[in-house]
């Protein structure tokens, strides 16, 4: 069993910025595919970025220019950092690791509002 810890969510205003951090306890946790995904009220969860074992990132059209994802082996840590963040950015935020099987962390909320 995989447990993920999201943290970072929290209310911003529009043009700011957040970084949200995704830990894990394995060990193993260079081996696993990391994503971010998001999902807003009344939405399907999607894709929002993410990163492979060998660091190749890829973006939601969304956020492209926007959001970075990256990840510390060392610390089995991912991240999210978002900036230029819009309304439409509001959702609860999951991290999900993959290695064969699929993991999901808590979720943290990210309300970008005036």
């Known amino acids: 069993q995989v447990q993920l810890v999201e943290s970072g969510g929290g209310l911003v205003q529009p043009g700011g910025s957040l970084r949200l951090s995704c830990a894990t306890s394995?060990?193993?946790?260079?081996?696993?595919?990391m994503g971010w995904y998001r999902q807003a009220p009344g939405k399907q969860r999607e894709l929002v970025a993410g990163?492979?074992?060998?660091?190749?990132?890829n973006y939601a059209d969304s956020v492209k220019g926007r959001f970075t994802i990256s990840r510390d082996n060392d610390k089995n840590t991912v991240y999210l950092q978002m900036n230029g963040l819009k309304a439409e950015d509001t959702a609860v935020y999951y991290c999900?690791?993959?290695?064969?099987?699929?993991?999901w962390g808590q979720g943290t909320q990210v309300t970008v509002s005036s």
């Open positions: 999900n690791a993959y290695w064969g099987n699929s993991y």
């Open positions: 394995r060990n193993i946790f260079s081996l696993y595919t």
């Open positions: 990163i492979t074992a060998a660091g190749l990132p």
